[in-house]
């Protein structure tokens, strides 16, 4: 029951309508009426000003960092691991006689679903009928947790290509799809990812997840009808 309790838990953190809740309290409104129809930081921008934008920025991905940090408490793995393999299996999860570096590996996999499962909870949240915002937020918080040198990296890309476009949607498409990338070369050239299979799991699906959710920004940007950021 606790590790398919932390899927639950995560996609209910994912889930809180952060966005929604902003434009509604200052705005009296349904920010999904606004531009791109989404919950997320760039909409609620739009509709309420960019301190709203800024705190739903940072509020989404606050719950997806602790969707993840709850997600390693409840399954006794060390929230920040000093090293790879450091960390530790508290006394209730040490079962079936395996080696505890085999048991963290296995319980990482959980980790990596409730990473997925705050995205699928911002971008289909239960309590405004499924109809959310992008996973973009909630995805940065989420994989700061898990692969914090990626997320860097992307960030980069991210800030990039906004600058020379000024298309949010694009910059956060080519960045969100860059972080499985970073997370491979970083195993690769720089220093091993902890639990890599199940983070780049994490990452391959947590991708897919907000590039679909993109998929009407994508037609706009391919149409040339996409808003740009003032």
Known sequence: MRPASVIVISYLLGSIPFGYLIVRATQGADVRDT???????????????????????????????????????????????????????GPPLQFLNAQPDQIRRDLYWWVAAAAVAAIVGHIFPVWLRFRGGKGVATGVGVFLMLAPLAVALSAVIFVIVVWRTRYVSLGSILAATAIPL???????????????????????VGVALIVWAHRENIRRLMSGTESKFK
């Open 35 to 89: 531009g791109s129809g989404g919950t997320g930081a760039t909409n609620v921008s739009r509709r309420a000003g960019k301190l709203a934008g800024v705190a739903t920025l940072l509020l989404d991905a606050l719950k997806g960092a602790a969707a993840v940090a709850i997600a390693k408490v409840i399954l006794g793995l060390e929230v920040f691991p000093a090293t790879q393999e450091s960390g530790h299996i």
């Open 182 to 204: 970073f997370v491979l070369l970083q195993h690769v050239l720089v220093r091993p990812v902890d639990a890599f299979a199940a983070t780049m799991s994490a990452a391959v």
